[in-house]
């Protein structure tokens, strides 16, 4: 039954149609094979050419932040280096808005000093070369320069909650800033703007910080004025100490020295030591001296007779 099932089954040409249709798919696979090919080629080295941007753009990051952490972490960081830093990264924001967040540290921290970046100080914490100190313009310069680097920072971080406490370091800095130019209404308004940013969220302790920022704003009006050394009078040089003459005594006469302590007296049961006298050993027989040779006295010339 089931051969003449197959018989019937059976047609004419069935395998040239057959053989037809896969010729047909290796004439696809031929046409389309060389396309893939080359577009799996591209996507092969397109995602080695991400892979190799995205390390290179992690390495360049890195460097960044490295370079800013060495320059703010000198004794006496540059701002103008701080500044440059931000400066070439500014397509990089986090790197941007630190960078310039620091130089203006270091701005109004020059400020404060009077002291040019780069200064050397002495032992005694002086001015290694007096035209260090800097003059009133530089001050002023200097402190505009960190009005000018907050600034930045608060306007490119408005309306972004992820730059939030970058936000709060440039308002704080626009309140010193304030403060230094004797601007305490307009310190006050910056105190009362980071109250209003930070009373509700993670940041709540920023909002007590503010607050008693601004009652301690008053303290400031009264603060005595630090005077330049140049400005003070010149102290009086210190009086000579005088010493007491000490008298040298004079040395005992019979020839023990002052400073050694008398010896102790001897106890009385005690036998005074004698000292065995020395064992002479004897002496060789001494050789008898040759007596000396007395040469004969010369005749005396005979005496005339008596006349």
């Not at 039954?1 to 031929?30: C, P, V, Y």
């Not at 190799?52 to 890195?62: A, C, F, H, P």
């Not at 701002?79 to 790197?95: K, N, W």
């Given at each position: ?171 704080y800095g626009l309140a010193a800033v304030a403060e230094c130019k ?52 010149k102290p009086p040089e210190p009086a000579k100490p005088e010493f ?64």
């Amino acid at each position: 039954m089931a051969l003449d099932q197959r018989q019937t089954q059976i047609r004419e040409g069935a395998g040239l149609e057959e053989s037809r249709l896969n010729r047909e798919f290796i004439d696809l696979l031929q046409k389309i094979s060389m396309p893939v090919l080359v577009i799996v080629a591209i996507l092969a080295v397109g995602y080695a050419f991400k892979q190799r941007y995205d390390r290179g753009q992690k390495e360049k990051l890195d460097s960044a932040f490295a370079e800013i952490e060495a320059a703010s972490n000198s004794a006496r960081p540059s701002p103008d280096t701080l500044r440059s830093i931000a400066d070439e990264y500014q397509s990089i924001a986090g790197v941007y808005l630190k960078g310039s967040l620091r130089a203006g540290d270091a701005y109004l921290d020059t400020f404060r000093s009077g002291i040019k970046p780069g200064a050397e100080l002495k032992a005694d914490g002086s001015l290694a070369k007096p035209e260090d100190v800097m003059s009133e313009s530089d001050k002023a310069y200097h402190l505009s320069q960190a009005q000018s680097m907050y600034e930045r920072v608060y306007a490119d971080t408005a309306g972004k909650p992820e730059y939030t406490l970058m936000r709060l370091e440039s308002m704080y800095g626009l309140a010193a800033v304030a403060e230094c130019k004797g601007e305490y209404d307009a310190a006050k308004k910056h105190y009362e703007d980071i109250v209003t940013l930070t009373d509700k969220g993670p940041w709540a302790i920023h909002t007590t910080l503010a607050k008693a920022r601004i009652a301690s704003l008053g303290n400031l009006k009264d603060l005595p004025r630090l005077y330049k050394s140049s400005e003070l009078p010149k102290p009086p040089e210190p009086a000579k100490p005088e010493f007491p003459k000490v008298e040298t005594p004079a040395a005992p006469s019979d020839g023990v020295k002052a400073d050694e302590p008398a010896a102790p007296p001897a106890p009385a049961d005690a036998a005074p030591k004698t000292e065995d006298a020395p064992k002479e050993e004897p002496k060789p027989a001494e050789t008898p001296a040759t007596p000396p040779v007395t040469p004969p006295a010369d005749p005396k010339p005979p005496e005339p007779a008596p006349k």
